[in-house]
């Protein structure tokens, strides 16, 4: 079962502007993570945030968590065409297992 | 850099054959994942071995899937027999849990695409 939900389902920008999507979720966290996948591939690691965590900043990646809401936000900015890929949520308890919200796929036009 | 490796990238085979998948987490990770995508979805978690023990799998099918780590390195996923619903990307994903501060990040593979005719 999906533990999240995504916003939007689906996003086109064009390259340089900023990518915004969002996660919900419904049971306590321990930590939440975003993974990459571009067409047909595997999953790429973008960045965690724990449970005591509000903001992390990665590169040109800024998470948000808001652990009263359960909600979450990754922030791209000055978006890439290479950065079109599915993004994806996924949430941990207390053991180490991940699961994933159902993705939001973007398109960095040129 | 080190990768997760799976094979086959590709798979088709008919309904009621047995398939199987294999995979090599990265050297050292103890923590190894079957997950199954359904096109369009997120990964959905089948099983979880920490070293070669079953730590979770609660969402496999067990009366045609199964798994195993033997010897707490590589891993084999098995259906046996395959049916139409079964066409999905199969994922195997590993992560380092020892140590003072685990860590909960996934490395995955690229997954193999299994097509049931």
């Given at each position: ?8 389902q ?31 591939r ?20 800024r ?30 308890g ?9 993705g ?7 | 850099?080190?990768?997760v ?58 009366d ?13 996923l ?31 593979g690229?997954g ?6």
């Amino acid at each position: 079962s999906q533990q999240g939900e995504e916003d939007p389902q689906a996003l086109s920008i064009q390259e340089g502007e900023n990518a915004t999507m969002n996660c919900s979720y419904k049971t306590s966290i321990n930590n939440l993570q975003w993974y990459r996948q571009n067409s047909g591939r595997g999953l790429v690691h973008l960045i965690l945030i724990r449970s005591n965590e509000r903001e992390k900043h990665s590169g040109r990646l800024r998470v948000t968590l808001d652990t009263s809401k359960k909600s979450s936000s990754l922030l791209i900015t000055a978006s890439r065409a290479a950065d079109t890929a599915s993004y994806f949520c996924a949430t941990s308890g207390t053991a180490s297992k991940l699961t994933f919200g159902t993705g939001t796929r973007l398109q960095v036009t040129l | 850099e080190a990768e997760v490796a799976q094979s086959p990238r590709y798979k088709i085979t008919e309904k009621s054959q047995a398939v199987a998948f294999w995979c090599d987490p990265i050297s050292g990770h103890a923590t190894l994942y079957w997950y199954r995508q359904i096109l369009g979805q997120g990964p959905e978690l089948l099983v979880q071995f920490q070293d070669e023990s079953v730590v979770d799998d609660s969402q496999l099918p067990k009366d045609r899937f199964s798994a195993e780590r033997l010897k707490g390195v590589d891993s084999t996923l098995k259906i046996q027999p395959a049916e139409l619903g079964d066409s999905a990307m199969y994922l195997c994903a590993s992560s380092s849990s020892t140590g003072p501060v685990p860590s909960y990040e996934q490395y995955f593979g690229p997954g193999t695409r299994l097509t049931v005719t």
